[in-house]
């Protein structure tokens, strides 16, 4: 039986620990560049052993370790600036979560026993919180219209930036409310524009859908909003018209906490694919 | 960022890895382990790039327009075919000749100041 040299050993398990290692780097980086790195340890082990044994590669394999730790940490902060360029489109994902997680929790606040006309205790400290929600859903609107601005048509745009202007009037308007409660037509006149913009951009994406999720969402989210702002949601008990309440505003929450995480989704998925990276 | 929309002056000050493979690449076409030769070469040995530097570099450089690839080989029969050559742009050359003479200007005032060892 013919036995390797040992060298070819410990050259060939040295490869094989580095092309492990490359697990690190981000995954179209590794499809594109991998096989090349590999291939160039692999000829500085070969030259290293041949010039001072084993404690060569030793050494080599140090150089590599420090290589390896500086540039896997470069890599993967560059994929997430591959896509897209400005900074609410690329964190249009993150804000939209957000917004949607504290609207769901914002939403706990229906189920104060009396009517709604004025919030008080846990129930307005509750409400209040649909101030962060819509102030982030808000910037997370105008991040989708950036992040999209491609493949969105002009109207769809307009109609998210719409949206998110509505966002944020009825966030003015929740903050001058809990000042003044005379107020509260900001609030409404903000939840106006927001919810027929919603509407508007959901019809749209009923026909072409360009978010990554049901293409019917936007438009049921603007349901639920559009039921809610016109007190069309009348039972015969408060206590099932705070549930249904409930449930319709913390429904519209997940909806958005769902588009901010399939945008994440995306995001990542687009980023280990090289063929969907937009050319810079 | 292309060279049909970019100045060299643009990119400088370069990375010392980015002036580095501008510099081994300036006589030629070279694959990844004999531009990481070139380097240790011109460095007298000081500065022997990773893998993780050098591709990593070299993407950058490419989405820059600084290098390209080329199908060319120098010799064929004695290659591994799995190698990518890369060999400089026009713009990267206009590039590490800016730099060039950037860091030349600096070398001057260096000498001025008699921070160079040597120097009149």
């Not at chain 1, 991040?143 to 745009?157: D, M, N, P, V, W």
């Not at chain 1, 069309?232 to 008990?237: E, F, G, H, M």
Request: aromatic share 10%.
């Amino acid at each position: 039986m013919k036995m390797k040299p040992p060298q070819t050993s410990w050259i060939a398990l040295s490869a094989r620990a580095y092309r492990a290692l490359l697990i690190l780097y981000p995954a179209d980086y590794r499809r594109e560049y991998g096989a090349l790195m590999v291939q160039m340890f692999r000829d500085v082990c070969r030259d290293a052993y041949r010039r001072r044994g084993l404690m060569g590669i030793l050494m080599w394999w140090c150089k590599t370790i420090l290589d390896l730790a500086v540039t896997v940490f470069e890599q993967r902060r560059k994929v997430k600036l591959v896509f897209p360029k400005s900074l609410l489109g690329r964190q249009a994902g993150l804000l939209l979560m957000l917004g949607g997680a504290f609207s769901a929790l914002a939403a706990i606040s229906q189920f104060q026993p009396d009517d709604h006309y004025i919030y008080y205790g846990i129930y307005q400290v509750l409400m209040l919180m649909f101030a962060p929600a819509y102030a982030l859903i808000g910037l997370g609107c105008f991040g989708l219209a950036q992040r999209y601005a491609e493949t969105f048509s002009t109207i769809s745009k307009w109609l998210l930036y719409l949206t998110g202007i509505g966002a944020l009037v009825m966030v003015v308007g929740l903050v001058a409310t809990a000042l003044r409660n005379t107020l509260w037509n900001i609030w409404f006149a903000g939840g106006i524009v927001h919810v027929i913009a919603l509407t508007l951009f959901g019809l749209v994406h009923l026909r072409t859908p360009t978010l990554p999720v049901f293409r019917g969402l936007p438009l049921m989210m603007a349901g639920g909003w559009l039921v809610l702002m016109f007190g069309v949601l009348r039972t015969a008990s408060q206590t099932s018209n705070n549930l249904l309440s409930f449930l319709f505003m913390f429904g519209m929450g997940l909806g958005w906490l769902a588009i901010g995480m399939a945008i994440n989704r995306q995001q990542r998925a687009t980023v280990s694919d090289p063929r969907l990276v937009p050319e810079r | 960022m292309s060279d049909t929309t970019m100045h060299p002056h643009d990119l400088l000050p370069l990375t010392p890895a980015v002036f580095h493979i501008l510099l081994a690449l300036a006589d030629g076409e070279k694959h990844g382990y004999s531009i990481m030769q070139e380097v240790a070469r011109i460095t007298d040995g000081t500065i022997q790039m990773g893998p993780g530097t050098l591709y990593g570099t070299v993407k950058r450089m490419l989405e820059a327009r600084l290098i390209e690839e080329t199908d060319e080989r120098p010799d064929p029969d004695m290659d591994d075919e799995r190698r990518r050559y890369y060999r400089l742009t026009q713009f990267g050359e206009r590039v590490a000749q800016a730099e060039t003479a950037r860091l030349a200007r600096l070398l001057n005032a260096a000498k001025a100041k008699r921070l160079v060892e040597g120097a009149t």
